[in-house]
């Protein structure tokens, strides 16, 4: 069946430098893509979309990049602080009912 | 604040009782959702609505009820539920064409 997942589960970098989790999709279909943090305790956050017609997209120390060729979707956080640490969830959709991944920790290293 | 809140956000009920999650969104979304957060496993989608209609149930057990009275409010009736039960339950709400906005969710625990 279809599924959204992620390379690497745990994901630790060291403070400063910079962050890149990935995620591999398997619907072809999808044409909406949204990357959501997850702090313990917390909901998770909205941080950055980009839908299909789209490869790159710029927020505030976050970029997503997305290679349909290969079914390819990324996060890179710039400069990763401590309040980087969470969870991190790729989400894709079709038709606007979200499938997320299982999610990847990021761990940051003082 | 997300603009979704749900209450209670810590809930421990016996397999016996009879309990409801409220969640309430205040950003004027046509569409709301429940989803079931257990450890180690993608976020599992339960139910749900759009323009106060439910669209999907996702083979959900009939121990859980949800309950949509407007645009504004979701409830999540729960009733003779199972330890396996136990989770982080989330609810969201979308505009159509947008993303998902989460609340914190209400971490059950049956015993």
């Known amino acids: 069946g279809e599924s959204v997942g992620l390379h690497l589960p745990t994901l630790s970098v060291q403070e400063g430098d910079n962050s890149i989790i990935n995620c591999a999709y398997s619907n072809s279909a999808s044409d909406y893509f949204i990357w959501y943090k997850q702090e313990s305790g917390k909901g998770p956050q909205f941080i950055i979309d980009?839908?299909?017609?789209?490869d790159k997209r710029q927020g505030q120390r976050v970029t997503v990049l997305l290679n349909k060729t290969v079914k390819h979707l990324s996060l890179q956080i710039a400069a990763t602080q401590p309040g980087d640490s969470a969870v991190y969830f790729c989400a894709e959709t079709p038709d606007e009912k979200l499938t997320f991944g299982t999610g990847t920790r990021l761990t940051i290293i003082p | 604040e997300t603009g979704v809140t749900q209450t209670p956000r810590h809930l421990v009920m016996g397999m016996t009782n009879k309990k409801s999650l409220k969640c309430e969104q205040h950003l004027g979304h046509n569409a709301m959702y429940w989803y079931k957060q257990s450890a180690k496993k993608p976020l599992e989608l339960m139910f749900v609505y759009s323009l106060e209609e439910r669209v999907e149930n996702n083979s959900v057990p009939s121990r859980f009820s949800p309950e949509c009275p407007n645009s504004s409010h979701l409830f999540l009736h729960l009733h003779t539920l199972q330890p396996e039960d136990s989770a982080l339950y989330l609810c969201a709400s979308s505009q159509q064409g947008g993303g998902y906005t989460f609340g914190s969710g209400t971490r059950l625990t049956v015993v």
């Open positions: 980009i839908r299909s017609n789209m």
